[in-house]
C-alpha cells in the first residue's frame, strides 16, 4: 500500500510519527474551519475567522513602520474590504492584479481604516464563482516539508483508496451488549465531517464520530495490554513460600514502631504472589513516606531466608547509599550479607564483589542501574525490588530481569513508586500489573503545614529559618540551579549557599548537587543525616526517596517552575518523623494560569492521589510517568481523565473481546499496532 505517498513523503510522514496508512488516518485535524460558506461583511464579527470573496481593486504597498502590502477588493455588494500582508514575495505582489477575483480565508478586523484581513489564506482566479467545500475543512498539525494542503491531499487520497476501505470494512462489527466498532465510518465523518456536525463539538473532538474512535482506541490498547499481560503470566518462577521466618522476626522485634495495618495487609498480598511459582509483576504505591521500603524488606526475608539472592534498585546513588544504611542495620545481626554496587565501587573492591554476586556470597545486592549495565552475573537471583520505578525505563527493568533469569526460572519483580496512580492510568499503563497500595500514613505523623510567600518577601525568611535552627530543626533549602546562570534569573545553590554562610555564621550549613562526586554528596548526607548540617542547600537531587526523619522544614524556590508531582515529592522530604513540619514554597509574582493552579493545588492538598490526579489532568500521562517510554502505545484521541467511562467500558470489553472472539482481538490489535516495535512488558 506504498503508493499512497512517494518515498519522499513518506520520509517527513515519519516526523510526525506516520509510518503507515492508519497511523495517517489516525493523525487527526486538531481543529475545523467552515469554509462552505462566504461571510456578508454585515455580519463580522471582530477576531472572527471567515471566508470572502471579491474582486481586485488595486494594490499597493506601503510603509507602517515596516513594508505592507495592502489589497483592496470589493464584495459583491460593494462593501470594500482590505487584505493586509506584512511578509510577502514579489511573485504575491504580482497576482493581484485589478480586474481579477480573490478568495480569502482569514482573521477580520474592524479599525478606523474599515474592514481588514490580516495575512489570510488567498486564491486568485478570473472567475468570480468559486467551488467552496462542501464539508468542514481539517486542519492538521504539519511538519517543515509537508504542509497543510499536502496533509489534506495525502489523508483524502488513503480515505479513497479501495484497499484501505476494504481493510476497515473488515473490522465493523457489533457484538451483543458492547457498543459497535466501525472505525471507516468515524474516519470519513472526522476527516470530513458533513455540514450538519456542530463545528464547537467537532473542534473539542465531542461529535459521536470523535466518542467512537475514542472507545476503539481505548480498546485496542486494553486488548494489546491484556495480551502483553498473559505472556508475563506464563513466566515461572521460583515458589517461596511466605513463613514468620526467623529474619523477619528479628527486623520485626527490632523497628522502633509497628507496623500500619496497610503495612501487613500489603506484605501479605506481596508474600501471595511469591510463592505460587508464577513470575510476580506487583507495583507498590503509598504515598510519600507511607513506608515502603520496609514493607519490601519484609516480604524479601521469604526470598533471602531461602538463600536466594534479592536485588533492590535505586535511581540515584544517594538513594542507593541511604537504603544500604539501612539494611546493614536492619540484617546486623543475621547472617545476611547485604553490599552496595553503584558506578562509585571502583578498582579490586568492585572486582570482589562483582565475584561474590556470581558466586553467591553476597544475599541482599543494593545498587543503582550499575546492578545491570555492568557485568553483573547473579548466582540466584529470586526477587528485584525496583525503587521509585518511574525513574526507570522498562528496558532497564527488562534487562534486570533477564540477568536474573536462571534455566526457565525469572526473578519474581516488585516495583515501588511513591508517584500514586491514579485508577484510569492504572488500568491502562499500568493494566498488565498487579498493584498493591498503602493506604494509611504511619500514625505518628503530624500533617506538613504548606506556605506560600512571594519571592519579594524571601529576606523575611531568614528570620524564620533562626527560629528552626534555634529549636534544633534540620532544613532544606531547594534552588533549581546549582550556580548562576547568565540567560536563566533562576536562584543558584552556590549563591544561596555564600548568602547563609554570611547570613548565619553560627550555623552549619552544607550543600550538595548533582555535579559533585559520590563521595562527597555521601559526606554530605551522611552529615545532615548526623546533624552536623543543619541547613542543607540543595537542587532536586534530594527529590527521590531521600529519608531524615529531623528534617522539618523544606524551603522550594521557584516553585512556580515545578510540577506537581515533583512539589509533591520534595514537601515529602519533611514531616516524616515526630515533628510538626513545614513546607514554604516561594513563588515569582506574574504566575501564569498553569503555575497559579499548581500551587493552589499544592496548597490545599496532601493527600497524594489528589494532587496526582491533577497532575495528569494538568499533564498527561506522557509527562506525569513517562509512559512515553513505557513501551505501551500512546493514546493519540482519548483522554484518561476526559474519557474516564470509556476507559473503563473498553477494559470491560476487552476481557470480553478476549474471552469470545479472541481471533479477531488479535487481527484488531495487529491493525492498530503492527508497524509498532512496542515493547512487551
Ligand atoms: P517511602 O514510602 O516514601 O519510601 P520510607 O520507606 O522511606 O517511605 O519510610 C519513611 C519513614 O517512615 C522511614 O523513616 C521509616 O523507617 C518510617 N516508617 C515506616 N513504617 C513506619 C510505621 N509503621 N510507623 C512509623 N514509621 C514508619
Ligand atoms: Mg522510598
Known amino acids: 500500500m506504498k503508493s499512497l505517498f512517494t518515498n519522499h513523503q513518506a520520509s517527513l510522514l515519519e516526523k510526525l510519527g506516520i509510518f503507515n496508512w492508519f497511523d495517517l488516518l489516525m493523525h487527526i485535524p486538531v481543529r475545523y474551519e ?30 507602517r513602520g515596516r513594508r505592507n502590502l495592502i489589497v483592496h477588493i470589493a464584495d459583491i455588494n460593494g462593501n470594500q474590504i482590505f487584505l493586509r500582508f506584512v511578509n510577502f514575495y514579489p511573485n504575491q505582489v504580482k497576482q493581484f492584479q485589478p480586474g481579477k477575483f480573490v478568495l480569502a480565508y482569514g482573521s477580520v478586523k474592524k479599525n478606523l481604516i474599515g474592514i481588514e484581513m490580516i495575512h489570510p489564506e488567498v486564491s486568485v482566479s478570473d472567475s468570480p464563482m468559486f467551488e467552496l467545500p462542501k464539508t468542514y475543512t481539517p486542519i492538521y498539525p504539519t511538519t517543515a516539508g509537508l504542509g497543510q494542503k499536502m496533509i489534506q491531499k495525502i489523508i483524502n487520497k488513503t480515505l479513497n483508496s479501495e484497499e484501505v476501505i476494504s481493510q476497515l470494512q473488515g473490522y465493523i462489527l457489533k457484538f451483543k451488549n458492547m457498543r459497535e466498532l466501525d472505525l471507516l465510518n468515524a474516519f470519513i465523518n472526522i476527516h470530513k465531517p458533513k455540514k450538519i456536525e456542530n463545528i464547537i463539538d467537532l473542534n473539542h473532538y465531542k461529535t459521536s464520530h470523535h466518542e467512537s474512535l475514542k472507545y476503539a482506541e481505548l480498546l485496542a490498547q486494553q486488548i494489546f495490554l491484556k495480551f502483553s499481560r498473559n505472556k508475563n503470566v506464563q513466566k515461572i518462577s521460583q515458589v517461596f513460600l511466605s513463613s514468620n521466618n526467623h529474619l523477619k522476626k528479628l527486623i520485626q522485634s527490632e523497628l522502633p514502631f509497628s507496623l500500619t495495618q496497610s503495612q501487613i495487609n500489603v506484605i501479605e498480598e506481596i508474600e501471595k504472589d511469591l510463592s505460587t511459582g508464577k513470575c510476580m509483576y506487583r ?76 558466586n553467591g556470597a553476597v544475599n541482599l545486592i543494593v545498587g543503582t542501574h550499575a546492578l545491570f549495565q555492568e557485568n553483573v552475573k547473579f548466582n540466584n537471583l529470586g526477587l528485584c525490588i525496583i525503587d521509585e520505578q518511574h525513574r526507570f525505563g522498562v528496558k532497564q527493568r527488562l534487562d534486570l530481569m533477564n540477568k536474573g533469569k536462571k534455566s526457565q526460572y525469572f526473578p519474581h519483580q516488585l516495583m515501588m513508586s511513591a508517584t500514586p496512580i491514579p485508577r484510569t492510568l492504572s ?59 547568565d540567560k536563566l534569573n533562576l536562584k543558584d545553590v552556590t549563591n544561596t549557599y555564600e548568602d547563609f554562610v554570611k547570613f548565619l555564621p553560627d550555623s552549619e550549613i552544607g550543600f550538595i548537587h548533582g555535579r559533585m562526586k559520590e563521595s562527597e554528596k555521601d559526606h554530605v548526607m551522611q552529615n545532615f543525616i548526623n546533624k ?17 526523619p529531623n528534617a522539618s522544614v523544606m524551603v522550594i524556590e521557584h516553585a512556580e517552575r515545578m510540577g506537581l508531582s515533583q512539589l509533591h515529592q520534595l514537601r515529602g522530604r519533611v514531616g516524616r518523623g515526630h515533628k510538626e513540619s513545614t513546607c514554604i514554597l516561594i513563588f515569582k509574582e506574574n504566575l501564569s494560569e498553569n503555575a497559579k493552579e499548581r500551587l493552589q493545588i499544592i496548597y490545599e492538598n496532601i493527600d497524594g492521589f489528589v494532587i496526582a490526579e491533577n497532575d495528569l489532568r494538568i499533564r498527561g500521562p506522557g509527562e506525569m510517568i513517562g509512559t512515553r517510554q513505557s513501551g505501551i502505545p500512546n493514546l493519540k484521541v482519548a483522554n484518561l481523565v476526559e474519557d474516564a467511562d470509556l476507559v473503563e467500558e473498553a477494559h470491560h470489553d476487552a476481557e470480553t473481546y478476549l474471552k469470545e472472539h479472541q481471533v479477531f482481538a488479535k487481527s484488531y490489535c495487529k491493525l492498530w499496532f503492527e508497524h509498532k516495535n512496542y515493547l512487551r512488558i
Open 532 to 548: 552536623k548540617i543543619n541547613l542543607l542547600v540543595a537542587t532536586t537531587v534530594i527529590e527521590v526517596g531521600v529519608d531524615v
Open 427 to 485: 488500568m491502562s499503563y499500568f493494566a498488565d500489573l498487579e498493584v498493591s497500595t498503602i493506604k494509611e500514613m504511619p500514625k505518628n505523623r503530624i500533617p506538613i503545614k504548606t506556605k506560600l510567600i512571594r519571592e519579594s518577601r524571601r529576606l523575611e525568611l531568614i528570620e524564620i529559618l533562626k527560629k528552626e535552627l534555634m529549636k534544633q530543626n534540620q532544613i532544606y533549602w531547594v534552588c533549581p540551579l546549582i550556580e548562576e546562570s
Open 283 to 358: 507495583l507498590l504505591q503509598g504515598d510519600v513516606g507511607s513506608g515502603k521500603t520496609i514493607v519490601a524488606i519484609l516480604a524479601a526475608t521469604n526470598v533471602l531466608y531461602k538463600n536466594y539472592q534479592v536485588a533492590f534498585m535505586a535511581p540515584t546513588e544517594i538513594l542507593a547509599n541511604q537504603h544500604f544504611e539501612k539494611f546493614i542495620d536492619w540484617f546486623g545481626k543475621t547472617n545476611v550479607k547485604v553490599e552496595l554496587l553503584t558506578g562509585n565501587v571502583k578498582g579490586n573492591r568492585r572486582k570482589t564483589l562483582l565475584e561474590e554476586i556470581e
Open 34 to 63: 467552515d469554509r462552505t460558506k462566504l461571510k456578508n461583511t454585515s455580519d463580522f464579527q471582530d477576531g472572527e475567522l471567515c471566508l470572502i470573496s471579491g474582486g481586485i481593486l488595486k494594490s499597493e504597498i506601503v510603509f
